[in-house]
C-alpha cells in the first residue's frame, strides 16, 4: 500500500472536514467540553477517532476550532452589533441577537461561550480558560465601541463604557442561561426589552 493509502485510513470516503466540525460543536454546544466524550464526538461526527486526530488534532484543539465556528456562525450576532450607528442600537442588537440565537430552533439551546466550562476539573482547563478569554474579548470590543460612543457624543460625557459593556454582557448571559434552563425566546425578549428601556442605565 502507498503512503498516500495509509493516510486515507479511517477516513471515510466523502468526508468532509466543514460538516463534521458542524456536528462537533453542536456536542459541545450540548454537553460542555468535558462532557462531550471523544465516542460522543467522532460518532456524530461520522469518523474514526484516528481521522478525528489527523484532521483536528486533539480534543482541546478540535474545541477551539468549534468554538471559532460558533463565533462566526450562531454568535456571529455580537460583531454585527458593533457596526450599529449608535450605542442604543448596538446594545439592542447584542440582546435581541443573544435571545434569537440561545433560543434557535434546531440549535442546542443557551450559548457554548457562557456554558461550554464554567464548571470543570484539570481536564476541562484549557477550554475553561479559552471561553473565559472569549468573553473577555467580547466585554472589551463593547467597551470599545461605547467610548466611541461616548467620544462622539452619542453617549453622555462622564459615561463609564466598561461598566456599560459589563451591564449588557451580563445581561446577555443571563439570558443564555435562562434559555438552557428552558426559558422561551418571546419571554427572554421581554428581558432584553426591560434591559433596554431606560438607556443609558444609571
Request: charged letters at 20%.
Amino acid at each position: 500500500m502507498s503512503g498516500h493509502g495509509k493516510a486515507l485510513i479511517g477516513r471515510p470516503r466523502g468526508f468532509d472536514a466543514d460538516e463534521a466540525l458542524g456536528r462537533a460543536l453542536v456536542v459541545f454546544w450540548e454537553r460542555g467540553y468535558e462532557g462531550a466524550g471523544i465516542a460522543d464526538l467522532t460518532s456524530a461526527m461520522g469518523i474514526t477517532k484516528t481521522s478525528m486526530y489527523a484532521a483536528f488534532g486533539n480534543k482541546e484543539q478540535l474545541f477551539r476550532r468549534a468554538l471559532e465556528l460558533y463565533t462566526e456562525g450562531p454568535a456571529s450576532y455580537g460583531m454585527r452589533a458593533l457596526e450599529e450607528p449608535t450605542a442604543h442600537a448596538v446594545a439592542t442588537a447584542f440582546l435581541n441577537g443573544t435571545v434569537q440565537a440561545t433560543t434557535r430552533p434546531g440549535c442546542p439551546s443557551g450559548c457554548l461561550g457562557v456554558q461550554g466550562s464554567l464548571a470543570s476539573g484539570d481536564a476541562g482547563g484549557p477550554a475553561r480558560d479559552a471561553l473565559i478569554q472569549w468573553r473577555n474579548d467580547g466585554r472589551l470590543r463593547l467597551a470599545e465601541r461605547f467610548q466611541r460612543a461616548v467620544d462622539e457624543g452619542d453617549l453622555p460625557p462622564g459615561t463609564d463604557a466598561e461598566r456599560l459593556a459589563r451591564y449588557i454582557m451580563t445581561v446577555s448571559f443571563g439570558i443564555a442561561v435562562q434559555a438552557a434552563s428552558g426559558i422561551g425566546r418571546d419571554d427572554l425578549q421581554e428581558v432584553a426589552d426591560m434591559a433596554l428601556r431606560g438607556w443609558p442605565p444609571a
